[in-house]
């Protein structure tokens, strides 16, 4: 009971609406590249998707974490939903490129690793934060595929998370959070001790009653010689 009442208020602070959060999950396993909504877009843009990546990154979509954006600490959004948002993490940005470069009919294939997604298209050059070392998952001719990264260090994954989730949460959110966390154990010892102490007001039980008046009756009966 005390682990289910600290995980629902983690998940009510966190997700106000887990609608949210079940959206995230669909468009994650199933990315929504959208290249009609980027349509009107791509016609403005030129042919050349280096140039078309660095207008996405510099104009279309600034960048700014989901607690900024979404008002969650993880949200994977459609391609519609970040080109009319104008903002957000890496997950709306690559979402809006590949649209992009799906209406302009350059090949692109989407790709991610623990804490970032990016788009890998024909001449994209690898950087630090972008290639096949670092990727688990990904889409790969039209098909899903999921694997352990070659390049994996614990340290620093667990540091880009804590960079990533929790430093741009709302001060407020954390307080409400650490404080339902605080709370829920204490409330359950005082309601522990409440009811031990509203049994000690009743008394024995009825049952232990009953078997004390038998007890008394033969005692106070004639004993045989």
Known sequence: MLVFLALSWVL????????????????????????????????????????????VLDHQVLYAHDWQS????????TAGEAL???????????????????????????????????????GKQANALENAGLQF??????????????????RQEVVDQVAIFWTPAPRGRVLLLALGLTLIPLWNVLAGLLAGNGLAARGPRPGRLRRRRRE????????RV
């Open 137 to 154: 998952a990904g889409r790969q001719d039209g098909r899903f595929f999921l694997h352990w990264p070659a390049d994996f260090h614990l």
């Open 216 to 223: 008394a009756a033969q005692a106070a009966q004639p004993q």
């Open 70 to 77: 979404a008002g969650v600490p993880w949200y994977f959004p």
């Open 84 to 122: 009319r948002a104008g903002r957000g993490d890496c997950e709306s940005r690559a979402l809006v490129l590949a649209s992009l470069l799906t209406a302009k009919g350059i090949p692109n294939e989407l790709r991610m690793s623990f804490d970032h997604i990016w788009v890998d298209y024909p």
């Open 12 to 55: 009510v602070m966190l997700y106000p609406d887990p609608g949210v959060l079940v959206r995230s999950v669909r468009n994650t396993l199933r990315p929504r590249v959208d290249p009609q909504a980027a349509a009107a877009l791509a016609r403005r843009l030129p042919n050349d998707p280096k140039a078309i990546e660095a207008y």
